[in-house]
Nanobody, 120 residues
Framework: QVQLVESGGDLVQAGGSLRLSCQAS????????MGWYRQAPGKQRELVAI???????NYAESVKGRFTISRDNAKNTVYLQMNSLKPEDTGVYYC??????????????WGQGTQVTVSS
């Protein structure tokens, strides 16, 4: 069994910062691309940022220059540093990972989500 557990969501004022963490655990051989997605009320889930195993990153245009994704492969953890937060960043943030399990097959996993609320 594999789990992704997120933490770090909170209520913050506009202009503030938050750091989200997501740690994978279980029968893991290796982890390929990891990422963060978000879903605002009444909207579809959207990509925020992804990072490959070797550290290549990609960001949604709306967060470029404000958010930074990073990972610690030794800890099976991905982070999202969010600065200069705006009310439109409000939503549930989900961690995602492509994980190679001990059966040598790659699987797609989602975390349970963590709420980020930015007040104006």
């Amino acid at each position: 069994q594999v789990q992704l557990v997120e933490s770090g969501g909170d209520l913050v004022q506009a202009g503030g910062s938050l750091r989200l963490s997501c740690q994978a655990s279980g029968s893991i051989l290796s982890i390929n691309t990891m990422g963060w997605y978000r879903q605002a009320p009444g909207k579809q889930r959207e990509l925020v940022a992804i990072i490959t195993r070797d550290g290549t990153t990609n960001y949604a245009e709306s967060v470029k220059g404000r958010f930074t994704i990073s990972r610690d492969n030794a800890k099976n953890t991905v982070y999202l540093q969010m600065n200069s937060l705006k009310p439109e960043d409000t939503g549930v943030y989900y961690c995602h990972a492509y994980i190679v399990k001990t059966d040598s097959r790659e699987y797609s996993y989602w975390g349970q989500g963590t709420q980020v609320t930015v007040s104006s």
